[in-house]
């Protein structure tokens, strides 16, 4: 089966000069635990762009995936959710005209959802997406921690020996984590997060790269008013 990202690191040298996508998560947590987790891998803003090489189903001598080919990534990703036992809703949905796609599931709890999100990267691994091995998430009493357990650093690890694509790639992606909330926000711990005017969502934005060279991190602690 082939390798995706390396046609997603064809598409950031050839859109070099525009942003080249986000990935994107988004939670939706009600006072006993439960809600609603959403996945979007979103190109919209590269898509004429984007369109052009479609067409011609190769760039740069990489072949392209075809729609079939997106639909079965989709489906495993889905498929991991969907058999996880508790979750629910599970469902995905493609947007070839934006190149768009979510994947949106129903979780009971959190302790479910981490299991869930276990089951999808341990069958993703053939995209050398690494297993969660540890919890992505915690919920208790008012506390939100969005989880972000670093591995031991690679010592020999040089971030400007990178190929240009491998770090073009890397600076031309956003991650976004959106957290929306039944009860008000008191305060968040990452300095990068940003609260909403309604005091019941924060988002956090960052470029893969500075994830990668540690100038920045997902890790949030999001304490809710009590009720």
Known sequence: ???YWWWIGALCVVLCGSSCFEIREEID???DGSGYITLTLDFAQSKEQLREYWAAGQIN??????EQDIHNLFR???NSIELTKGMGEASYTLDFDNFVGSVRAHFPDIHTLNEALTAVSQNLDWLY???FNQANYDFQGNEFHRCYPLAEPVTDFSYNDLPFMARFMLETTRLVGIYRFSQPIRQVSNPRAEIAPSQKAVRIELLLSELVQGQSTLDNCIILEPK
């Open 61 to 66: 001598g990489y072949r392209l995936p075809s």
């Open 29 to 31: 947590l009600q006072e």
């Open 1 to 3: 089966m082939m390798h």
């Open 76 to 78: 495993i990703v889905r």
């Open 129 to 131: 997406v690494p297993t």
